[in-house]
């Protein structure tokens, strides 16, 4: 079992910058570990993931070239780096991680959410135009 606390959300204009934070302390000897996001009325979606594996990283389509996923080297945190905000993207952002190989990561089983074993409390993300 592992803890994950996010921080960073906030509300912002189109087009601004926000930046979250996941910590916690991963034991997992090979892990996917991520971002979900939840709009109202909507089910939980995928956003982004890290597999510990090469350090591979996978993106939604419609985040891909303005959100970035990273770890810091002493897999205490992950950060969800996000750019070029649109109204689309208001929603509780969800951490989340679990024990998944690199031959199921590379099958895409990261995308889902009954892959995760632990999930944060959720952080509010809100976008204006």
């Known amino acids: 079992q592992v803890t994950l606390t996010e921080s960073g959300g906030g509300s912002v204009q189109t087009g601004e910058s926000l930046s979250l934070s996941c910590e916690a302390s991963?034991?997992?000897?090979?892990?996917?570990w991520g971002w979900f996001r939840q709009a109202p009325g909507k089910e939980r979606e995928f956003v982004a993931v890290?597999?510990?594996?090469?350090?591979?990283?996978s993106y939604a389509d419609s985040v891909k070239g303005r959100f970035t996923v990273s770890q810091d080297n002493a897999k205490k945190s992950l950060t969800l780096q996000m750019n070029s905000l649109k109204p689309e993207d208001t929603a509780i952002y969800y951490c989340?991680?679990?024990?998944?190989?690199?031959?199921?990561?590379?099958?895409?089983?990261?995308?889902?959410?009954?892959?995760?074993?632990?999930w944060g409390q959720g952080t509010q993300v809100t976008v204006s135009s």
């Open positions: 989340a991680a679990g024990p998944v190989s690199w031959l199921d990561y590379a099958k895409a089983a990261c995308r889902a959410v009954g892959v995760f074993a632990d």
């Open positions: 890290f597999h510990s594996t090469y350090g591979s990283r």
């Open positions: 991963i034991s997992y000897s090979t892990y996917c």
